[in-house]
């Protein structure tokens, strides 16, 4: 099993900024990605940034130049740097571990934190 704690949301104005972290702990293999989504209400669950073990990264279009994703392997911890914050960025945002077993993914999700961005 694997859990997910993320930490850092919460309420700012338009153009500023928020940075979110998340832990993981238990079976992790530093070796997989993980990434952000976020939802915000009566939408579906949208990826805004992933990473791979080796720096790779892959952003939404929406949040390109404004969000940094980044990871530190040797503490389990994934971040986003959330800068130039829109209303629109408004949504709870989720922690992502995923594996590939057998060409099949799984996925384990934080608790969720929510990010409200006031004009």
């Known amino acids: 099993q694997v859990q997910l704690v993320e930490s850092g949301g919460g309420l700012v104005q338009a153009g500023g900024s928020l940075r979110l972290s998340c832990t993981a702990s238990?079976?992790?293999?530093?070796?997989?990605?993980m990434g952000w989504y976020r939802q915000a209400p009566g939408k579906q669950r949208d990826m805004v940034a992933t990473v791979t073990s080796t720096g790779n990264t892959n952003y939404a279009d929406n949040v390109k130049g404004r969000f940094t994703i980044s990871r530190d392997n040797a503490k389990n911890t994934v971040y986003l740097q959330m800068n130039s914050l829109k209303p629109e960025d408004t949504a709870v945002y989720y922690c992502?571990?995923?594996?590939?077993?057998?060409?099949?993914?799984?996925?384990?999700w934080g608790q969720g934190t929510q990010v409200t961005v006031s004009s």
């Open positions: 238990g079976n992790i293999d530093n070796t997989n990605p």
């Open positions: 992502n571990y995923r594996y590939t077993f057998r060409f099949r993914d799984y996925n384990y």
